[in-house]
């Protein structure tokens, strides 16, 4: 009984220190080599000797720091193992550089932003970042982000071993770019953790547990960005428009997991503390005097909260961040959403006039949003005839059963 | 780190320009050379002659060395020339090939070196 109580203490132990640390504890034991792998080999084991140790011994009173010393121990075992020439001394001396320093500053230094800007390096595949990131920062396993990703597990491992050696190979340096570099390089950081957030967020149901853990495991890294880089406008912008679309996840769908579009949500299921704390990174990124992608698209969520909240028409102001936000973006996406909040200010047929403009882009023939906001604001000129072709489209390319019925119950609701 | 800066640029262009702006360029080169010898970073540095005197060895039939005439790859853009640096890492490596002045007319390609310590460590 009491030998359960203490595996079962140290397990939870070793999962809650894996969790805080796992990121950190990589990025410092792979700074000096790059070597991504070998690090979280040696952890790994690390975390393995830690699940047989600690229920004996106890839990350690720092368990980074147990984990780190193991780790380390495994990785000079790992070196020593591997190659017998004179060089081998010149990494063992940067190892142990390494222990002094972690050694007189009992903190361990927080690396794990330069590890996210080397995951998200221009020289690494832009697909294969955000993979990346929630691989080495987080320690998600490749199964994990293959089934949100879409992919086969071994193709993903794959692209993960490979980007993994391109940083090693390549010398990618853990750091934070130079201020001239710095605001495209982070952009691409937080591009990554926004398109990892966006495939947990496409399961709102959290049907699939790996998703839904996505979606919180995404919100610890941006949080972690705003931390490690308070005064980023766009840093604090992301974490905004991520925690408004949080705050709103229960009332996207029903009881029974029908879609419920944003006009018709309960508010009362929404998220008062995440939306009051997306307000404040807002306020605070808006104090920063520059403006940019996130930040708009998080000025855009609390604009429709407030339009939902008071009752008071605001898509004149939304049509503005819109257009602030195609200037940025250029997207083809950001104008499809232009357009529906244009045909809330002047009708139904404006709003089409702006969907014909987008559909030279023969990107769009293939993307269900265009033709899910055709679609609805044909119905609404009352052209059921095209409406009925639009819904067609739109709904052979949904993926996501909800959103599906939705529209096929919008579909069955046109007259003849 | 040692990184190779390769240089490729279409050959012809370079026939093409004025003897003013030929001169230009030669000093952009020397000026490029100039500042990374005064980084430190410069470890070697050449241009090669036009692909027209190239000359391929290869595996030819029964196994015996091939002579061709010609480079190993026709292409738009021609390997002209490269530059050896020793830097930090790769956004370093990066910086400088961004400030070559290759980069106004072709393309650089950077490579790291296979250096014995690191395969010795893979």
Known sequence: MADNENVELARSAAESAARRSYGKLVAFLAARTRDVAAAEDALSEAFASALTDWPVNGCPANPEGWLLTVARRKLIDAMRGRHRHEVAAEELRVMAEGSEMAETDRRLPDQRLGLMFACAHPA????????????????????????AFLTSPAAMGKRLVRAKEKIKQAGI???????????????AVLEAIYAAFAEGWSDPAATDISRRDLTEETLFLARLATELLPNEAEALGLLALMLHAEARRFSRRTCA?????????????????????????????????VVGRFQLEGALQSAHVHRRRTGAGNWREVVQLYDALLAVSGSPVVGINR?????????????????????KDTRLGEYQPYWAARAELLARAGNSRDARYSFELAIGLERDEAVRKFLLQRMSELPN | MEYLLMIYAEEGGW????????????????AYTEALKKADVWKGSN?????????????????????????????KEQLGGYYLIDVTDLDAALSWASRCPAVGHGTVEVRPIWSIARSAAS
Do not use: C
């Open chain 1, 124 to 147: 690494i595949e832009a697909g294969i970042r955000s993979p990346l990131i929630l691989q080495v920062v987080l320690g998600l396993d490749a199964k994990a982000i293959a089934s």
């Open chain 1, 339 to 359: 357009a529906l909040a244009v045909a809330e200010l002047d009708g139904a047929e404006a709003g089409l006039r702006e969907l014909d403009d987008l559909a």
């Open chain 1, 257 to 289: 997991g029908e879609y419920v579009p944003l006009s018709k949500q309960d508010m009362r299921l929404w998220d008062a503390e995440m939306i009051h704390e997306a307000e404040e990174l807002l306020l605070r990124a808006s104090e920063l005097g």
């Open chain 1, 173 to 187: 340096p853990f750091a934070i770019p130079e201020r001239a570099e710095l605001p495209a390089r982070l952009d």
């Open chain 2, 47 to 75: 241009r090669l002659q036009p692909i027209a005197t190239a000359t391929t060895v290869r595996n030819g039939a029964n196994g015996k060395p091939q002579v061709l005439d010609g480079p190993f790859a026709d292409t």
């Open chain 2, 15 to 30: 026939a093409k320009m004025s003897k003013t702006e030929q001169e230009q360029g030669m000093a952009a080169y020397t």
